[in-house]
């Protein structure tokens, strides 16, 4: 049913756990099935120095989340936000049609930790101090 790069990412899965120290941390529920994916992110700077995860999920969604790491990783947050599900579905040679809506868990959940770092407090004032300096 799956692609050899599926269950690459299935069987060893990349970036699994979670950042005790996150900067930021976003979980999304699937809807259709019920699991869930958690993604803890790392800021330094404007670069996502660490991405994790962890799910309830079935093995399309352990891929998909593996996938989202490792594309994640490194970019800048601006990148990192314009990073999709369908992304994710691709870098993963597709998927099959009924295990598509397990993909849309994890660029979700990053998208999530971002706007959870963002809403941060410290985040705010370096924010505002950018902004009154600019
Ligand atoms: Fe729930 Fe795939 S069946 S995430």
Excluded at 7 to 35: K, L, W, Y
Excluded at 57 to 79: D, H, N, P, Q, Y
Excluded at 81 to 90: G, M, R
Aim: aromatic share 4%; hydrophobic share 35%.
């Amino acid at each position: 049913m799956y692609n050899e790069t599926v269950m690459d990412h299935f069987q060893n899965p990349r970036n699994v756990g979670e950042i005790t120290d996150a900067s930021g941390v976003g979980e999304i529920g699937n809807v259709v099935c019920g699991d869930i994916l958690r993604v803890y992110i790392k800021v330094k700077g404007e670069i996502l120095d660490d991405v994790k995860y962890m799910t309830f999920g079935c093995g399309a969604a352990v891929a998909s989340g593996s996938m989202m790491t490792t594309l994640a990783k490194g970019k800048t947050i601006e990148e990192a936000k314009e990073l999709t599900n369908k992304d994710v579905a691709q870098a993963l040679g597709g998927l099959p049609p009924q295990k598509l809506h397990c993909s849309n868990l994890a660029a979700d959940a990053l998208h999530k930790a971002i706007e959870d770092w963002q809403q941060k407090p410290e985040r705010r004032s370096e924010l505002s101090e950018i902004i009154n300096k600019g």
